[in-house]
């Protein structure tokens, strides 16, 4: 891995550490003692975890439950909830369709066009041009009465290419070699840099389209970063499950 690579990347904070260990947990609480050794896994010390732990619950990003347990406040577990989806994307058979949203409702504020905008982005489709949104009709939208409410919704099949189509409206390339980086970063041994890789890789999934394979350059690294992801959550969880034991850790997979 070169040092570039190494440099894009942003330190994780203790708070970033500690979400990416409850939402990436096997079970949805986790003790002091657990948190405390997962946040050691990646260098942060006890007392800047108990620090942190104090922090979150203040600012409702966690719950402490009756039996001193810490777990996702439901804001963040809607997170939990976005973030697994992205990694566990589920994606049919294509015949060639694309999915079009036209927005047809005006005189919105300026915070119900932007939440409008998250929304259609987080449903991965992209902006054709104002008010029009397009995508490959290989996924199962959430179509909400909210939406239908806001947009039509009609399939289309484009006159061009595609396969250029998808490319331009997504950056296929800028968003496959950043994954390359990330893929490169998460086989250091350096336990730090790797939790960094991860973490950052998990928001890399958000923004990947789920295109149908026809319309994916060679060699699309979507898959090997997703199974670099979930093979890093598994070792994670295993090491810290054995450093609250008092047991040796497991071997890295």
């Known amino acids: 891995m070169s040092s570039t690579t190494a440099d894009a990347l942003r330190p994780v904070s203790a708070r970033s550490a500690l979400l990416g260990l409850l939402m990436g947990a096997e079970v949805p609480t ?8 997962g946040g050691g896994l990646v260098g942060f010390s006890e007392t800047t975890v108990r ?3 104090s922090r979150m619950v203040a600012a409702d990003d966690l719950v402490r439950t009756a039996d001193g347990r810490y777990q996702l406040s439901e804001r963040l577990s809607q997170r939990q909830r976005r973030q697994e989806a992205a990694i566990h994307v589920q ?21 119900d066009r932007a939440s409008l905008r998250a929304t259609l ?10 008010g029009v949104w397009v995508r490959p009709a290989n996924l199962d939208l959430a179509w909400t009465d909210h939406l239908a409410g806001l947009c039509e919704r009609l399939t289309m099949r484009p006159t061009t ?11 296929l390339t800028a968003w496959a070699d950043r994954a390359r980086e990330l893929l490169a970063a998460t086989a250091t041994d350096d336990p730090v840099l790797r939790f960094t890789a991860c973490a950052t890789s998990v928001r890399h ?3 990947d ?3 149908p394979d026809e319309l994916l350059p060679a060699d699309w690294p979507g898959p090997a970063l997703r199974k670099a992801h ?5 070792w994670l969880i295993d090491t810290r499950q054995a450093l609250t034991e008092g047991s040796p850790p497991s071997e890295r997979r």
Do not use: C, H, Q
Not at 30 to 37: G, I, K, M, N, T
Not at 121 to 130: H, P, S
């Open 30 to 37: 986790l003790s002091a003692r657990e948190l405390v050794a």
């Open 51 to 53: 620090v942190a732990l």
């Open 91 to 111: 994606t049919s058979a294509w015949d060639g369709d694309w999915d079009m949203v036209v927005v047809t409702a005006t005189g919105r504020s300026a915070a």
């Open 121 to 130: 982005t987080e449903l991965r489709l992209a902006e054709l041009r104002e």
């Open 161 to 171: 290419d595609p396969a250029e189509l998808a490319g331009r409206l997504w950056g």
């Open 205 to 207: 999934l958000l923004e």
């Open 209 to 211: 389209p789920a295109l």
């Open 230 to 234: 979930l093979d890093y959550k598994d």
